[in-house]
């Protein structure tokens, strides 16, 4: 893509994302289901450059309704459609897809989304590498109740490490059990805010919720400080 075509791309965007310091990150999408297909999207929209998927699992019928895939993914591994879906809007983006559960051989870069549906996976995560990435970020989504966390300094990283309670403590069911597509895109939505704001230098929001049924928004008194950027 040329110099000009790069600048039509981001016009819009210009003033809101700083676009060398995304395009400098080396990114990393685990689970890609209902809240990390929507990641990977609106990563790849925004100008990521290096983007790794990590998931296991196969596209089922379920899928299509709640996750954004497209009836000829059904049977297909999430982590080569998902790519597929990314390089249809920028053919140009260094995809790595990784069809495994998440383990520490697998880099998780300077920015992380973690998108997976247990707080047992999350934990493993998290102790295995998350918590030395420069940005995370963690969507949590039930029915219309979603709840985004972020960290990248020490406060938010004590703070983040503080919701990782016992699995036998969590409510029965994966936490998509109950899902719609506009849950999905919105909780998706936030964590890229938080990066976003991570990109500015801007303090983050170590943990929000949102409750649509209520019409509810919490913010934690706890901000993440401003952080040192990569690149």
């Not at 890229?192 to 991570?198: A, E, F, G, M, Y």
Request: with cysteine; net charge neutral.
């Amino acid at each position: 893509m040329s110099t000009t075509q790069l600048e039509v791309r981001f016009v819009r965007q210009a003033q809101l994302v700083p676009q060398a310091r995304l395009a400098s990150l080396d990114v990393a999408v685990v689970g890609v289901g209902a809240v990390g297909r929507q990641v990977a999207m609106q990563l790849a929209s925004l100008g990521v450059r290096r983007l790794r998927l990590v998931d296991f699992d196969e596209v089922d019928a379920s899928n299509v309704t709640t996750q954004g895939y497209v009836r000829g993914d059904v049977g297909r591994r999430k982590v080569d459609a998902c790519r597929d879906a990314v390089l249809a809007i920028d053919p140009e983006i260094d995809v790595d897809a990784v069809l495994n559960r998440w383990r520490p051989a697998i880099p998780l870069g300077d920015a992380a989304f973690c998108c997976v549906d247990s707080i047992d996976a999350r934990s493993a995560i998290w102790r295995g590498g998350g918590g030395l990435v420069g940005f995370w970020a963690d969507g949590r989504m039930r029915g219309e109740t979603l709840r985004v966390l972020s960290a990248c300094d020490a406060a938010s990283r004590a703070h983040y490490s503080q919701s990782l309670f016992p699995q036998h403590e969590a409510q029965a069911g994966a936490c998509t059990a109950r899902s719609t597509i506009y849950a999905a895109g919105m909780t998706a939505g936030l964590m890229l805010s938080q990066l976003v704001r991570w990109l500015r230098g801007q303090p983050l929001d170590a943990d929000l919720s949102l409750n649509l049924l209520a019409s509810e928004l919490i913010v934690s008194t706890h901000r993440a400080k401003e952080a040192t950027l990569v690149g």
